[in-house]
């Protein structure tokens, strides 16, 4: 049940949010709001795959 909330979960997040590694973004220069969506997306990710 959890495993297939953040598979759904991810799914939304890739049609809604940006993807910095497409872009190029240097972590460096990321401002808070950018951190904070790597930071979420890396989380449901992991999640998403069990892990």
């Known amino acids: 049940m959890k ?3 953040f598979k759904l ?3 939304i997040n890739k049609a809604l949010l940006p993807s910095y590694s497409k872009k190029g973004l240097d972590l460096s220069k ?7 969506i790597i930071g979420w997306r890396y989380y449901v990710t992991t999640n998403a795959l069990g892990q």
């Open 3 to 5: 495993k297939a909330f």
């Open 9 to 11: 979960l991810a799914k």
């Open 30 to 36: 990321a401002s808070k709001l950018q951190l904070a």
